[in-house]
């Protein structure tokens, strides 16, 4: 089996900052994309960031110049470092990733269990 563990949410006032990290553990050979995703309370989950195994990353407009994700594939594990934050950002962050469990080319999406945000003063 397969886990994703986040950790690094909690409360944080307007202009603070907060990093996030997530941990895949179990049966893997390899992981590709990792990102960051959000879901507010009525809204649908979006995509926050994401990072391709090489390290190419993707920001969704709204946190560009704001959030900066990395990752350590050594020990499985991508970050989202988190600035300038605003109420707006409010959310359950969820890790997701593409991972390969086996030598064979078949990829499987995974999704962490979510982290609390909550930027308010």
């Known amino acids: 089996q397969v886990q994703l563990v986040e950790s690094g949410g909690g409360l944080v006032q307007p202009g603070g900052s907060l990093r996030l990290s997530c941990v895949a553990s179990?049966?893997?050979?390899?992981?590709?994309?990792m990102g960051w995703y959000r879901q507010a309370p009525g809204k649908q989950r979006e995509k926050v960031a994401t990072i391709m195994r090489g390290g190419t990353p993707s920001y969704a407009d709204s946190v560009k110049g704001r959030f900066a994700i990395s990752r350590d594939n050594a020990k499985n594990t991508v970050y989202l470092q988190m600035n300038s934050l605003k109420p707006e950002d409010t959310a359950v962050y969820y890790c997701?990733?593409?991972?390969?469990?086996?030598?064979?080319?078949?990829?499987?999406?995974?999704w962490g269990q979510g982290t609390q945000v909550t930027v308010s003063s």
């Open positions: 997701n990733a593409d991972i390969r469990k086996t030598v064979l080319p078949a990829v499987h999406n995974y």
């Open positions: 179990g049966s893997i050979f390899s992981i590709n994309d």
